[in-house]
């Protein structure tokens, strides 16, 4: 969609859109707009209803007076709260109106309440970024129109005081909105379509914006001993990738770069310990993990953050067939231990143990974060309200924990304890991959095996198990792949970028 920042409404503009916060005060282009149709505006605001709380609407129909067909009152709630990720939603409900009425254009007139402290570039950037995500869609294989079906939005205008500081404003939340889309896009897409390879030739895309892009074989994974990552993809057709990319948009300096390491199985039907059918229709979004890096990358290299960032998500699929890898099978992991693998269905942290232990050793990064939709134990503990979140170090936990309230993907931290590492070993090999009771904290054991292939670097493993899917639409996104984190992680950078 067009979104442009004009000092003026175009004459013959069908839709106006106006801001309220919650003392229902108008600001000075929605006055002059209520005395323009007769004080319709002040009169509608007499509805028992409508209370301007964060995302409320009201619509008011053919205003004598005017041109335009509607009004559109947003809610803002209350200044004092009105953050960056409450604009963002209050636009997402917005877009959520105009896409029931079925309008396709629409323009937002930028009154800023006072007591807000975004500015009035930022907030009408924020504003635009909400009505991008929730006007996301992902429609490539529909043929066929349908009623219900509403067309996309594609134009809004947002009338400020000064249009070119409201562009400026907009670069970082239009990078981010893009990083979602393709987050979100590499989730919805059929594992038909996205398998490794494939995932590969649409990171290759990236490389346009300065990223550079590299993708392992399996040979060379061979040849660095990366044998539980191969041993997932044994069972595939589709060959495994690992996927490196780095951005230097700042000089890699001594204290090494921040690291991103994605869980990308992009189908697990369990491998040989086969998931039941409908516990595998989900399944195409088990590499949501990597999702989230790819998206996070394209937003750094999209607003030409200052940062050195490295992001490498581990590819494969895992699948039964009479090359897979079995219950008890042992080999040696790129760290040199050997591993006893038993249920083939955790296959995530195979995936990620040598996609960590390469990324710790290659680049000594100064900080690693991975992502995966790792364990049903995960969802049990913490349903929809939070993901998981484990960390070998204090401030980073605190960090994550903050940015992911701000940004509103929160985490609740759970426990990585030593006295979980006695129940992963293996009376044959170094040590086996999940515990002997993989029912009971298969979350933390999880963590507890990852730890030991991070070569002491600070890390934290967030568990994004069941936020990859919105069962249906919210402010900020349509049913389906959320994108999730991927916010977090650019706020996460963003305030290292600033020393805060
Ligand atoms: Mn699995
Ligand atoms: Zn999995």
Known sequence: MKIAFVSKPAADAPV?????????????????????????????????????????????????????????????????????????????????????????????????????????????????????LRNYRFDRFFTE???????PLTGLDLVVSQPAAAEKASKR???IATGVEFARDLTN??????????????AKALTALGIKVEALDERQMARLG?????????????????????????????????????????????????????AMFDMKGDMAGGAAVMGLMRALAERKAKVHAVGVVGLVENMPSGTSFKPSDIVKTMAGRTIE??????????????????????????????????????????????AGLFATDDSLAQELLAVGQAVNERFW??????????HLESKIADI???????ESADAAHAAALLKQFVDGRPWAHLDIAGKEFRPKDDPIGPAGATGFAVQLLEEFVARRESGN
């Open 16 to 132: 106006l859109a106006l801001l309220l916060a919650d003392d229902r005060k108008l600001g000075t282009r929605a006055a002059a707009l209520d005395r323009a149709c007769g004080g319709a505006i002040t009169r509608a605001l007499g509805s028992p209803r409508f209370k301007a709380k964060k995302g409320e609407i009201l619509d008011l129909i053919a205003p004598t007076g005017l041109k335009a067909r509607r009004i559109v009152l947003l809610g803002l709630g209350s200044p004092k709260e009105l953050t960056f990720q409450v604009a963002r939603s209050c636009g997402g409900a917005l877009a959520a109106h105009l896409l029931a009425e079925r309008e396709v254009k629409a323009t937002l007139l930028v009154d800023h309440p006072t007591g807000v402290k975004l500015d009035e570039a930022h907030l009408a950037a924020e504003l635009a970024c909400g009505v991008r």
């Open 432 to 438: 086996k991959h999940h515990a002997e009771d993989s």
């Open 226 to 278: 990366m044998n539980a990552l191969l041993s997932v993809g044994k069972g595939s057709a589709r060959p495994p990738r690992l996927l490196v990319l780095q951005y230097e948009g700042a000089r890699p300096g001594k204290a090494g770069p921040l690291a991103f390491v994605g869980k990308g199985v992009c189908f697990d039907s369990g491998g040989l310990c086969l998931k039941r059918g409908n």
């Open 341 to 386: 693998m038993l249920d083939t269905d955790a296959e995530g942290r195979l995936v990620l143990i040598d996609a960590l232990y390469y990324t710790a050793s290659r680049f000594k990064p100064r900080s690693i974060i991975d992502l995966a939709t790792l364990t049903y134990s995960v969802q049990a503990a913490l349903g929809t309200v939070f």
């Open 413 to 422: 931290r759970l426990p990585l304890d030593k006295d979980y590492d006695t």
């Open 189 to 202: 897409e059929p594992p038909n379509e996205l398998y490794p390879e494939s995932f590969v030739a649409r």
């Open 173 to 175: 939340p239009a990078a």
């Open 145 to 151: 129109k349908k009623e219900d079906r509403p067309d």
